[in-house]
């Protein structure tokens, strides 16, 4: 076959186009496939939030990590961490007795 094939679409710009969503039980590329990466703003937590954790997005939506740690962690019970808690969410907590202690995290995924 000669030219593009589009699905949704009246105008494709490449073999197989397709407009909207593609389901399929399994697919085979010798290649790379491509998808637009959605990121978050940035969430901070500094030594004067001890007692909160900060609520990011769900795991289902992606997934959240450090970018920035900031000042000196003294003993074990001092820390800075993303988890997710049982409600599905990733949250940003930390712990620290110092001063200028900061910790920063994003989170990436699909956009819907």
Known sequence: MEGN??????????????????CADSIQTSGEIYEKIWYSNKFVWDQHDNSSSKKMIH??????????????FEGW????????????????????????????AICIGSPD
């Not at 795991?59 to 900031?70: A, E, M, N």
């Not at 019970?77 to 920063?104: C, F």
């Open 77 to 104: 019970e001092e820390y800075a961490y993303v988890n997710i808690k049982s409600d599905g969410y990733s949250y940003l907590k930390g712990h620290s007795n110092q001063s200028a202690v900061r910790a920063e």
């Open 5 to 22: 094939v589009g699905i949704g679409t009246a105008n494709p710009s490449c073999k197989l186009q397709v407009k909207g969503k593609l």
């Open 59 to 72: 795991s289902s939506k992606g997934v959240c990590f450090l970018t920035y740690i900031r000042g000196k």
